[in-house]
């Protein structure tokens, strides 16, 4: 083999080594498994009424041990399909699946048993304005079962909630701090 078919060889794996470095780090980590926004939490921006849009999935195969997951389960118990806001324990498991069911079916969704967009932004409905600005906002979820908790969101687009133990917690679908 010539000297020069060498260096061309090598020269095409080299593309090729950086063209793969280059798309690795292009792409954008799954940072929220199963999320429509992409982002590793709730979020929001601009007017508060349409933030819940395009959240992610949380069931008992995606995102099923998380602070998303617990805040779903303070809108269930909000709305009376979990008993005790202590339900809310930020595991999927299947009480909430269940408690999902029913609720879209309530609500006239399908009941797939899946909070995916659809019932994020149904739920959304339900949110208050309490006071403050676009930017950093104090918001409370009512449930049709007259129970109430509190949200935030951050002048960064990130949703809080307090949880049945008085906790705020950051809602974030790769993490469970809730118990």
């Given at each position: 083999m010539s000297s020069h078919t060498k260096r061309i060889k090598w020269g095409a794996c080299t593309v090729g080594a950086l063209t793969a470095a280059v798309l690795a780090m292009s792409t954008t980590p799954a940072a929220a498994n199963g999320t429509y926004s992409g982002?590793?939490?709730?979020?929001?921006?601009?007017?508060?009424?349409?933030?819940?849009?395009?959240?992610?999935?949380?069931?008992?195969?995606?995102?099923?041990?998380?602070?998303?997951?617990?805040?779903?389960?303070?809108?269930?118990?909000?709305?009376?399909?979990?008993?005790?806001?202590?339900?809310?324990?930020?595991?999927?498991?299947s009480r909430t699946k269940t408690a999902t069911a029913n609720w879209q079916s309530a609500s006239g969704l399908t009941a797939d048993r899946s909070a995916g967009k659809a019932s994020w932004s149904h739920a959304a409905g339900r949110i208050n304005y309490s006071s403050g600005t676009e930017s950093d906002l104090y918001l409370t979820y009512v449930g049709s079962a007259g129970r109430s908790f509190i949200l935030h969101r951050f002048p960064d687009g990130v949703y809080q909630f307090v949880d049945a133990d008085g906790a705020s917690r950051n809602a974030g679908y790769n993490y469970r701090t809730c118990s």
């Open positions: 982002l590793e939490y709730v979020y929001g921006a601009g007017a508060w009424s349409d933030d819940w849009g395009n959240e992610g999935v949380v069931d008992t195969n995606t995102n099923r041990t998380s602070n998303a997951t617990c805040l779903w389960q303070m809108v269930l118990w909000a709305n009376g399909y979990l008993s005790s806001n202590s339900d809310a324990d930020g595991d999927f498991g």
